[in-house]
């Protein structure tokens, strides 16, 4: 296909989507005028009561089926409509060979690359991205890459690369930042054509602060790149340094004036359910939380919950009217929101989350796992907002899924077997570990109704506390060495959730016993690796 035809291509299916939107509009109207004219219709001989009554309940259902059409194709459009529109964007560069799209001058491009392992640097990425779209004139080209992908050897002399890094765990680089990683590590890399910035994310409750926001400012100088501007360090989304950040983007599409990013609003639900699983165990509370959305506007359009298996769940932690409150834990600060994994998919009609009462150094309660677990009364408002987080999105349905995981980490894993229950997908495998059985073993019934049903194909429990000698998912792991060399074979991913240090360290260095590095980094490449760790 030629370039010309990929771009009108791409077009065409953001139009596709757009028109889809207004005809689902449409029929909801219809429908509804429909439900109306049988509301005021008389009663006679032809249309008696319960004849009008059924008619009337079928143009509403009728009316709700195309709402929920509208509102997916409305969720579809704008996560892939952007996307689409960037990848005809890239192909236009393709095509002209790094020249400027109104073909006055040469014009090398610039490119945001985010390094993302929840979600939250890919959406800063994107609204840099559309500060400069918005700003840039049309001499420049702006361009939007996941690092996974991202080849720094093909950067054209003179490309300015504006980097948005997570930083994991004790300062870890996020999973997907491997290549590049392994890149800069040549001493021999010559990047003098090339300018940087970076933005380090990251969160000062961890020694690490930013680590690899910094490693990559080091290792992009040490190869000859020129910084654009000095590393900008951002603690927990402080909206100081994000400030910043947007005033640089400002400088560097020749405006003065920096765009203000409007922050996703909080959307409300309602507390339902609270019930602790894990009565009796020997490590703190893990509460079984179930959110339900309230239908709710913002600027005249309605606003549907919709979220995938593996998206993140930020909660304000404090009650809904105290968002803009700036002394909720007692310094003076603005209190920030905590992520939780997801552990229920859209069809369920509510919003599950597996919550473990947190403890700071110093003794005293954590402010968002005790406002959900202790201080918020069922029936009161909650703050909250979804976020995508696509790295840990679910795999085709045909292909196998291995998840591995423990403790609170069952919450991620539960959603993606859930969203696979609902596309009939049954070769998963469960890999799940606790401290005891009796008191620990979190959705214990549901797991063993989907092992009977078939849903499970293979279940394996690890309760390090049950024996003297304690054990571990890796330790199941190891023993299944043969077992899962078969699924990789057979094409199955591999997704993990929940520990970052202790768990998520021993099973990477299982794998990488039993698969070896280069299979695993392989699989990494290929988005057959994934991982949700804390």
Known sequence: ??????????????????????????????????????????????????????????????????????????????????????????????????????????????????????????????????????????????????????????????????????????????????????????????????????????????????????????????????????????????????????????????????????????????LVQRQQLNLGSLGHPVMWIRLQAHQTEFHGEPQQAIWQAGDILEVFPGPAHETLATSLDGTGLKAHHREYSIASIVADGYLDLVVRQAYRADGSPGLASSWLNTQAQIGDTIAARIRSNRSFHAPRPEQPMILIGNGTGIAGLRAHLKQRHEHAATRNWLIFGERQRANDFLFAEELQIWQEQGHLTRLDLAFSRDQQQKIYVQDKLREAGEELRRWIADGAVIFVCGSLQGMANEVDQALRELLGDTALEQLRNEARYRRDVY
């Open 1 to 270: 296909m030629s370039s010309s035809t990929e771009i009108h291509t791409t077009n065409y299916e953001v139009q596709q989507l757009e028109r889809q939107l207004r005809v689902q509009a449409i029929l909801i109207g219809m429908s509804l005028l429909i439900a109306l004219f049988f509301c005021i219709a008389p009663l006679g001989t032809v249309l008696n009561a319960a004849t009008i009554r059924s008619l009337l309940a079928l143009s509403l259902a009728i009316a709700f089926m195309r709402f929920t059409k509208w509102s997916l194709l409305r969720h579809q459009l704008q996560h892939e409509g952007v996307r689409l529109r960037q990848h005809a964007q890239k192909v236009t560069q393709q095509q002209t060979g790094g020249m400027v799209l109104d073909g006055t001058s040469n014009a090398a491009p610039i490119i945001i690359v985010f390094a993302s392992q929840t979600g939250y640097a890919e959406q800063l990425a994107q609204l840099s991205f559309e500060s400069l779209t918005h700003e840039t004139s049309s001499s420049k080209m702006v361009l939007l890459e996941d690092i996974a992908t991202f080849d720094i050897k093909t950067c054209t002399a003179g490309s300015r690369l504006l980097f948005i890094a997570s930083t994991t765990g004790e300062g870890d680089a996020p999973d997907s930042a491997a290549n590049l990683v392994a890149t800069l590590a040549d001493d021999k890399l010559d990047l003098s054509q090339i300018s940087y910035a970076v933005l380090a994310l990251g969160d000062k409750h961890y020694q690490a602060f930013c680590a690899f926001g910094h490693q990559l400012d080091r290792d992009l100088h040490r190869c000859g790149a020129q910084r654009l501007f000095d590393l900008i360090e951002v603690d927990n989304g402080d909206e100081h340094a994000l400030r910043q950040w947007q005033s640089q983007l400002a400088q560097i599409s020749g405006h003065h004036a920096a765009q203000e990013w409007q922050p996703l609003p909080y959307q409300h639900w309602t």
